[in-house]
């Protein structure tokens, strides 16, 4: 099993997937042959349903986990062991297009003062005021910064793109407050260590898992309770642009989505804006952060 594992793995990273769909997907598969036991070759296309049913209906597998499941097992048959099956072309992806949650403005303010860690609320703060993904954010470096322009230059984001989102001044002000708290090369965000020392040194970023726990930590506080993860700060980010007149297609562009369907699900299409757009993220964004005067 360990060979055919390595040999899927190395498929999906030829194939130009990313490291965590690869890891997504190759421990799905782990799972489906430890159900089997037996050499994939010898599989039948009922058991195939079957285990996609027992994924649905006893395991419970939520609509992401089991499009990941489906595909992985898909991509092993078909690109690795060359072997195709009619169920492939029948069974459905589970995702659904249900409706993101999001935060009001007030509330997406009530919880980022709770959170009392500068470089939580840095992150944070970045995450919601440019409608980033939390590793994105995590793993942005000092030189992705352009002050001049106003700009962050997201690296390798979903599907190894690039993209551009405007920088709100008073987030700047906030990353630079943090940044100057370690100064390291890498990371703006660096993981810190043992007993929160080490920053300047650290080589790698700070954990999404620190992250999400801060969060839910902030809501509680806030009282909110609302079913939401920091991915939500992105989809309450999109919405409030929509709300402040920023085109569709604009915003579309900023999330690094590749069709206009995708961004769709926050309102219907509207006419394009022309005016500037810094000047309207900078107003949305201004009460997150004020440095206190000396």
């Known amino acids: 099993m ?6 899927i793995i190395q498929d999906l990273q030829l194939a130009g997937y990313s490291p965590r769909t690869v890891e997504a997907y190759s421990y799905h598969v782990k799972k489906f042959l430890e159900y089997f036991n037996k050499d994939p070759k010898l599989i039948c296309e009922d058991e195939i349903k079957a285990y996609f049913l027992f994924l649905k209906y006893k395991k419970k597998l939520s609509g ?23 169920v492939f072309g029948i069974v459905k992806n589970p995702r659904g297009k249900k409706l993101p949650v999001v935060l009001t403005r007030e509330e997406v303010c009530s919880v980022l003062t709770k959170v009392r860690v500068l470089r939580h609320r840095a992150c944070l703060t970045l995450i919601y005021s440019c409608g980033l993904r939390l590793h994105e954010a995590t ?9 001049k322009r106003m700009m962050v230059h997201i690296k390798a984001g979903k599907g190894r793109k690039d993209r551009l ?7 700047l002000l906030l990353l630079r407050t943090f940044y100057k708290t370690h100064r390291n090369k890498s990371f703006i965000f660096p993981a810190p260590g043992r007993g929160g020392h ?3 040194a650290s080589t790698k970023p700070l954990p ?8 839910k930590k902030a809501l509680r506080q806030a009282a909110i309770i609302k079913n939401v993860s920091v991915h939500n700060l992105r989809h309450s980010y999109a919405t409030h642009l929509l709300e402040a007149g920023i085109d569709i297609r604009i915003i579309q562009k900023y ?8 961004t769709m699900i926050y309102t219907h299409l509207t006419p394009l804006i022309i005016e500037n757009v810094h000047p309207k993220i900078d107003r949305l964004m201004a ?7 000396l």
Not at 165 to 171: A, E, G, I, R
């Open 255 to 262: 999330l690094g989505h590749d069709s206009i369907s995708s």
């Open 208 to 215: 999404d898992s620190s992250v999400q726990t801060v969060l």
């Open 198 to 200: 080490g920053d300047a």
């Open 165 to 171: 989102v405007p920088l709100p001044k008073s987030t």
């Open 287 to 293: 009460a997150l952060w004020r440095p206190k005067r």
């Open 2 to 7: 360990d060979i055919l594992l390595q040999a």
């Open 139 to 147: 793993n942005i470096a000092p030189a992705d910064i352009d002050s």
């Open 64 to 86: 992401s986990a089991s499009a990941q499941a489906i595909s992985g097992i898909k991509f092993m048959f078909q690109k690795t062991l060359n072997t195709d099956f009619k």
